[in-house]
């Protein structure tokens, strides 16, 4: 009887979205904060789909040495490239994963070679859309039964699927187009994006000493910031999020995702 209780428990639980940025996986020990940080929102009784980016600055590295090795004019097969850059989100999630499961969570990470892959894009090289229709299909058919199960479930960020099984990559701020693609298809209450700020601040806190965190900004006001040195969401990212979507940045040195940081409202 307990086990019925528990799973209909979780299954009330609200549906939270968290995306960790490379910063706040970027070694060891952070990857282990962020994986408290998840068990903290499971005791709650939240049912959690997590978003990985490549560790710390995985993607950059990966990058540089494709175009070291392979001279640019012959690097017309951007397909390789998209395969390579996957690499650095397909293998956090393996250890995001491994590392939940040794806090004895139940879990499962996805990946664009399983069948049920639920990330389908266009066709477009190092810079590929989503195709919301089949993505939000496949998420409700593979991804929420799980949530429901009371399963983690561990998606790559950036990385996509054509219809025909290639590899592709969503380009700058593809983790968070995965984040919010997700969330738009489980109707997730909140996307947090864990990065390594308290959250957008009025100004380049490495520049200004009397920079402040902004509490809560609209998406117009957000778009307006985004032209300047701010790192945070990309222009593209924001198109897939909806206008009922609660999204709010945090800072990872807490270990907490109920920590306050920035609401894009």
Known sequence: ???????????????????????????????????????????????????????????????????????????????????????????????????????????????????????????????????LEICEEKICKHILPLLNEGVVVVVPGFVGKTLDGKITTMGRGGSDITAFVLARALKAKQVILVTDVDGIMTADPKLVKSARKIPQIDVNSLIGLA?????????????????????????HAYCDLNVEGTVIK
């Open 1 to 131: 009887g307990l086990v019925v209780e528990e799973n209909q428990n979780n299954a009330c639980g609200s549906i939270l979205v968290v995306k960790f940025g490379g910063s706040s996986l970027a070694n060891g020990e952070k990857i282990s904060n962020a994986v408290k940080a998840v068990l903290k929102e499971l005791d709650k009784g939240s049912r959690i789909a997590v978003v990985v980016s490549a560790m710390g600055k995985t993607t950059d590295l990966l990058l540089e040495t494709i175009k070291e090795a392979v001279n640019c004019e012959k690097m017309a097969c951007s397909a390789d490239v998209d395969d390579i850059l996957a690499m650095g989100e397909r293998t956090s999630a393996r250890i995001f994963s491994a590392a939940l499961k040794a806090n004895g969570v139940k879990c499962r990470y996805f990946d664009p070679a399983d069948p049920d892959w639920p990330i389908i894009t266009s066709d477009v090289p190092m810079n590929a859309d989503p195709i």
């Open 227 to 251: 032209g300047s040195s701010q790192k945070f969401l990309q222009k593209k990212a924001l198109r897939y999020k909806e206008d009922w979507m609660d999204v709010k940045i945090i800072n």
